[in-house]
């Protein structure tokens, strides 16, 4: 069972506006939200977080929004720059020694 | 580097054969989970390691994989008589802490992955 959904498989933007990356989940045991970023041939790296007593988490051009009574977190990335063309993973935890993934939405950021 | 190191980075095997993939957390490391990751898909979890101990092994698909860290950190998944359907990239994540006392601000550091082909 999916139990994080990314319904976007690609994402496709102008530089310097702001791209939107969606994620939806069905546990609402889970109290630990992350977003991944993977580049071709490399890990997932850690990008932000946000627990599940926040709304929101800021980290300079990325931010985290969590709205827990519909089960869904977005990631905002503004100005989008060209070097953040990647995969995006959002991932989510329950503090059970798992952590869920969503199949990833592939950003593109266009000069 | 200071990063988690994995190897090989890639490993072609024959049906039927035993492989071994191997990930050096970052030193210190607690925690230590080993990821599945079919393409196009996310990333699935298969173990974790708390130290030593194994607490969690119920992601690994079938009895053919086995996964170790006996000395707490070194750790190695072993897949025997190795299918087409374990072809995907494996993936060993450590994280500082102990996953049960995390309090949300301490995330997994990934490896590059081995990408596992069985023909």
């Excluded at chain 1, 970023?37 to 599940?52: D, H, N, Q, R, V």
């Excluded at chain 2, 607490?55 to 299918?83: C, H, M, N, W, Y």
Aim: aromatic share 10%.
């Amino acid at each position: 069972d999916q139990q994080v959904k990314q319904n976007s498989p690609s994402l496709s933007v102008q530089e310097g506006r702001i791209s939107i990356l969606n994620c939806d989940y069905t546990n609402s045991m889970f109290d630990y939200f992350l977003w991944y970023k993977k580049y071709p041939a490399e890990g997932p790296t850690f990008l932000i977080s946000i627990s599940s007593i926040k709304d929101k988490n800021e980290d300079g051009r990325f931010t985290v929004f969590l709205n827990k009574s519909a089960k869904h977190l977005s990631l905002h990335i503004v100005p989008s720059q060209p070097g953040d063309s990647a995969v995006y993973f959002c991932a989510a935890s329950d503090n059970n020694n798992d952590m869920r993934f969503g199949a990833g939405t592939r950003l593109t950021v266009k000069p | 580097g200071a990063g988690v190191s994995q190897s090989p980075r890639y490993k072609v095997a024959k049906r039927g054969q035993d492989v071994a993939l191997r990930c050096d957390p970052i030193s210190g490391h607690v925690s230590l989970f080993w990821y599945q990751q079919a393409l196009g898909q996310g990333p699935e979890f298969l173990t974790y390691f708390q130290n030593e101990a194994q607490l969690d092994k119920s992601g690994l698909p079938s009895d053919r994989f086995f996964a170790e860290r006996p000395e707490g950190s070194v750790s190695t998944l072993k897949i025997q008589r190795t299918q087409q359907e374990d072809s995907a990239v494996y993936l060993c994540a450590s994280s500082l802490v102990s996953w049960d006392s995390m309090e949300g601000n301490s995330p997994l550091h990934f490896g590059n992955g081995t990408r596992l082909t069985v023909t």
